[in-house]
DNA sequence: GTATATGCAAAGGGTTTGCACGGTT
DNA sequence: AACCGTGCAAACCCTTTGCATATAC
């Protein structure tokens, strides 16, 4: 997060009090929704508008800042673009959801690669599915 | 698509029309969302209600005849359970989707099952990323 | 006949947009 | 000074819910 107000102008982007708060927000929560990253920007400027974190989130996104999975069925979550690429495991049973390497995806992605062209867009991966917890419980999570 | 009834009742739920139009629609077209299903049921009986839709996909989707799929970032995009389990492959760059079988992610789901415990949804499974011609023209998809 | 399912309309959550004002460049 | 970004409110899309009626059992 050293070269973001970089980021933003080299995109043509203005540096602003809100993109930093928003984006200081996202790396704070590891995961978190627009509705989170608001409660947490507010912490420190209550003035900050919901719509303004979603623009925030938009510019943060197109330049590289920030990516978002799609973890739940709701809304998108969203963490800071690091070294360290994860993917999430959610469990449709408890509604937890565990942050693992992305390393575990290289075959897969090497192979889609190679017999498709296809390129996976790793940050993005979000798995569903019971963990060990709610298979050994028989939690299927069903209403 | 033989023991749909049977699969109903045994639920506890009663087979109406609406719920095995829905069925249909579903498998007619191999993804829908919600109101594809509605436009496609409505093709054979105008009078079926959005809610409706909503409510038999839920039904169906809890005795097993139905799944869903977050593929694009929009609404979820229901499909058939049948014998063939299939992932997508969702290109953010010119927006098709390609469903090729779950095969490949048989060593994925092995390792998750063994070193973490976790058991993954396969027939959830979306990947976003870009497409071999998006990949080769450089469309990013981006505004 | 009784309980469930449907249609309709209204409410709800999340996200986007139009506009005037304020801040960055 | 010019333009981009923000706050606010309204609009929008998708989905869910309450209620009276119709239907499957």
Redesign the pocket.
Known sequence: MEDW?RR??AH????????QL?LSAVYTLRHG???EVLAEVQRH?S?????????????LEEVGLVTHSHIG????TYHAIDSHTHIHLACDGCGTVESISADIMEPLVRSLRADKGYEVDVSHVAFHGRCRKCVETGNSGKH
Chains 1, 2 share one sequence.
């Open positions: 107000d933003l102008r043509g982007y203005r540096i602003t009090p809100q993109r928003v929704t627009p509705d400027a003035g900050v508008n919901l719509s303004t974190i979603y623009r925030a989130i938009e510019v069925h709701g809304a998108p």
